[in-house]
């Protein structure tokens, strides 16, 4: 791809000896009734080529790439090889919301309804590469990108993933962001009819993971209200009821990703910690996870919050001290003395 950009430099700087190459090229691919995949690098080099150097041309080239790219990677029936996807980046950065509406969207969700299969490792980077706003559709797609989220073929999931990780740094929206995730959870909970429930632990990892990547979002606007809602309705009952070591953690770390949104805390926060650290059935490995949320939930301005707590921390820290062969006990032991470090740092008289 770099050489063929090279070449399409060169040729510019050429104009003055061939000055209608340029226009021969465009003039060539404008003129191809079915434009072969192989087509997109040259569009690509095209448009890298002359985005500052002539517009009339760009846009030119820039219809036919959209096009071309619509056609042959999100609407063709045979799923397009990677290196095909690779060139496709200059086509498109060039996209604006217009051409996205008309051209792209329309082919993209008729094809993650008939053959998700086939295109969804190319969403990831459609997504990626768009520098507008996507609040508007959103919630459609992802609704679209759900079924192969927990479709159990692993490759169609890592994908589906990739995409929901894009597709929120995408959204500008709060109440977008806190709809797709109330969309998600009623997925997890088997209360949502338009997709099946789930049934083995990978596909209810996979919709957790999902609802972390929204935390991650650019939105200035999602109320801590709205995050503490979430974790009320949501995040504190699911994860006590959850008996699964390994999901209980992977619960914890998605919720760990939201808290880190709060700047202010609650009673009711407080109280979930200090239960499930203190849970008969807590191991040194949830306990764990229980303490890395806490640090980073709570931060200088509410870590005295965490002062009534301090014999549920004690008991966490004298575990690791009696079992320090064990390094999960360890481990355990030593968030637990950062947190107590924390709360002393910002309230003196803590535990004298």
Same mark, same amino acid.
């Given at each position: 791809?770099?050489? /063929?950009?090279?070449?399409?430099?060169?040729? $510019?700087?050429?104009?003055?000896?061939?000055?209608?190459?340029?226009?021969? $090229?465009?003039?060539?691919?404008?003129?191809?009734?079915?434009? %072969?995949?192989?087509?997109?690098?040259? +569009?690509?080099?095209?448009?890298?080529?002359?985005?500052?150097?002539?517009?009339?041309?760009?846009?030119?080239?820039?219809?036919?790439?959209?096009?071309?790219?619509?056609?042959?990677?999100?609407?063709?029936?045979?799923?397009?090889?990677?290196?095909?996807?690779? @060139?496709?980046?200059?086509?498109?950065?060039?996209?604006?919301?217009?051409?996205?509406?008309?051209?792209?969207?329309?082919?993209?969700?008729?094809?993650?309804?008939?053959?998700?299969?086939?295109?969804?490792?190319?969403?990831?980077?459609?997504?990626?590469?768009?520098?507008?706003?996507?609040?508007?559709?959103?919630?459609?797609?992802?609704?679209?990108?759900? @079924?192969?989220?927990?479709?159990?073929?692993?490759?169609?999931?890592?994908?589906?993933?990739?995409?929901?990780?894009?597709?929120?740094?995408?959204?500008?929206?709060?109440?977008?962001?806190?709809?797709?995730?109330?969309?998600?959870?009623?997925?997890?909970?088997?209360?949502?009819?338009?997709?099946?429930?789930?049934?083995?632990?990978?596909?209810?990892?996979?919709?957790?993971?999902?609802?972390?990547?929204?935390?991650?979002?650019?939105?200035?606007?999602?109320?801590?209200? %709205?995050?503490?809602?979430? /974790?009320?309705?949501?995040?504190?009952?699911?994860?006590?009821?959850?008996?699964?070591?390994?999901?209980?953690?992977?619960?914890?770390?998605?919720?760990?990703? $939201?808290?880190?949104?709060?700047?202010?805390?609650?009673?009711?926060?407080?109280?979930?910690?200090?239960?499930?650290?203190?849970?008969?059935?807590?191991?040194? +490995?949830?306990?764990?996870?229980?303490?890395?949320?806490?640090?980073?939930?709570?931060?200088?301005?509410?870590?005295?919050?965490?002062?009534?707590?301090?014999?549920?921390?004690?008991?966490?820290?004298?575990?690791?001290?009696?079992?320090?062969? /064990? +390094?999960?006990?360890?481990?355990?032991?030593?968030?637990?003395?950062?947190?107590? +470090?924390?709360?002393?740092?910002?309230?003196?008289?803590?535990?004298?």
């Amino acid at each position: 791809m770099e050489s /063929l950009k090279n070449f399409v430099r060169y040729s $510019w700087y050429s104009s003055p000896k061939v000055p209608t190459l340029v226009e021969s $090229w465009v003039n060539l691919l404008n003129s191809i009734s079915e434009p %072969d995949i192989a087509h997109l690098g040259l +569009i690509s080099a095209l448009l890298y080529c002359l985005k500052t150097k002539d517009t009339t041309l760009y846009e030119q080239i820039k219809t036919i790439g959209i096009d071309s790219y619509a056609k042959l990677i999100l609407g063709t029936r045979t799923k397009p090889y990677e290196t095909a996807l690779r @060139p496709c980046n200059e086509i498109l950065s060039s996209m604006d919301l217009e051409s996205f509406k008309t051209k792209v969207y329309p082919v993209l969700n008729r094809s993650l309804l008939r053959n998700p299969e086939v295109i969804i490792e190319a969403v990831p980077s459609l997504l990626s590469s768009l520098s507008f706003d996507l609040s508007y559709t959103a919630n459609e797609l992802s609704k679209q990108l759900a @079924p192969p989220l927990i479709s159990k073929t692993e490759s169609l999931e890592a994908s589906a993933l990739a995409s929901f990780r894009t597709l929120a740094k995408q959204i500008s929206n709060g109440e977008t962001i806190i709809s797709i995730v109330q969309y998600l959870f009623n997925i997890f909970n088997g209360t949502e009819s338009s997709v099946n429930k789930l049934s083995v632990i990978s596909q209810r990892e996979n919709v957790l993971s999902a609802i972390g990547a929204f935390s991650r979002s650019p939105s200035t606007s999602i109320s801590q209200d %709205d995050i503490l809602k979430i /974790l009320d309705k949501y995040f504190y009952p699911m994860i006590q009821q959850e008996v699964h070591e390994g999901l209980i953690c992977h619960m914890l770390q998605q919720m760990t990703s $939201w808290c880190s949104r709060l700047t202010n805390t609650n009673q009711t926060l407080t109280d979930f910690f200090k239960k499930g650290l203190e849970q008969k059935n807590s191991t040194a +490995i949830t306990r764990a996870a229980y303490l890395q949320c806490i640090l980073v939930t709570y931060k200088e301005n509410n870590l005295t919050d965490l002062i009534p707590m301090h014999t549920t921390l004690m008991a966490s820290y004298e575990r690791g001290v009696n079992q320090s062969t /064990l +390094i999960n006990c360890l481990h355990e032991a030593l968030l637990a003395a950062l947190i107590m +470090i924390n709360i002393a740092q910002m309230n003196s008289s803590y535990g004298k």
